[in-house]
T-cell receptor, first 115, second 118 residues
Framework: QKEVEQDPGPLSVPEGAIVSLNCTYS??????FMWYRQYSRKGPELLMY????GNKEDGRFTAQVDKSSKYISLFIRDSQPSDSATYLC???????????????FGKGTHLIIQP | GAVVSQHPSWVICKSGTSVKIECRSL??????MFWYRQFPKQSLMLMAT?????????EQGVEKDKFLINHASLTLSTLTVTSAHPEDSSFYIC??????????????FGAGSRLTVL
């Protein structure tokens, strides 16, 4: 079983719809959860970042973390064609004695918003 | 906001040659930078952790003699793909953490460098 599972899609929805993107994970040590958006041939850009369980809202985006289920979600309201991109979930453990630790990424979900 | 710059964004080289990719943190210092590789329709795979002033830490399965990493300053890390072969063709992305010590591992990524080996 991979540490992070994410449906690669593609997920195609009409403009204005609510989009739900999800990831599951197996490592209970993960404490930090992020969503990145990646346009074709570009580096990922950070959308949302949450610590431990709970919800976080930023404009049209809402991130949810359910550590008991090892399940995280990203919701996009009033989706726009410009939201069409690949969305990557990422997570990490806390630092373990100095120095940074890399992220573990999901495979990414390719989202298409139809005008 | 924090910016990570990568250069070149696109490089084509002949098989057997070496290619150097630069990663710079433009408005913050980064004691640690990360190098990822991404194949088409695949996720980012961590290759190595670049530590300023010391040797890089490579992930299992990544050849350290093939992918040379140098982190000579707090704002620059370089990845050199030595004796590149077609199977090394990929999208290489670097990242750094603007808020080192925050415990969050919230990384800022460069725009990536697409390597095509003929």
């Amino acid at each position: 079983q991979k540490e992070v599972e994410q449906d690669p899609g593609p997920l195609s929805v009409p403009e204005g719809a609510i989009v739900s993107l999800n990831c599951t994970y197996s490592n209970s040590a993960f404490q930090y959860f992020m969503w990145y958006r990646q346009y074709s041939r570009k580096g990922p850009e950070l959308l949302m970042y949450t610590y431990s369980s709970g919800n976080k809202e930023d404009g049209r985006f809402t991130a949810q973390v359910d550590k008991s289920s090892k399940y995280i979600s990203l919701f996009i309201r009033d989706s726009q064609p410009s939201d069409s991109a690949t969305y990557l979930c990422a997570m990490s453990r806390p630092y373990s004695g100095g120095g940074a630790d890399g992220l573990t990424f999901g495979k990414g979900t390719h989202l298409i918003i139809q005008p | 906001g924090a910016v990570v710059s990568q250069h070149p964004s696109w490089v084509i080289c002949k098989s057997g040659t070496s290619v150097k990719i630069e990663c710079r943190s433009l408005d913050f210092q980064a004691t640690t930078m990360f190098w990822y590789r991404q194949f088409p329709k695949q996720s980012l795979m961590l290759m190595a952790t670049s530590n300023e002033g010391s040797k890089a830490t490579y992930e299992q399965g990544v050849e350290k003699d093939k992918f040379l990493i140098n982190h000579a300053s707090l704002t620059l890390s370089t990845l050199t793909v030595t004796s590149a072969h077609p199977e090394d063709s990929s999208f290489y992305i670097c990242s750094a953490e603007p808020r080192a010590g925050s415990g969050a591992n919230v990384l800022t990524f460069g725009a990536g460098s697409r390597l095509t080996v003929l």
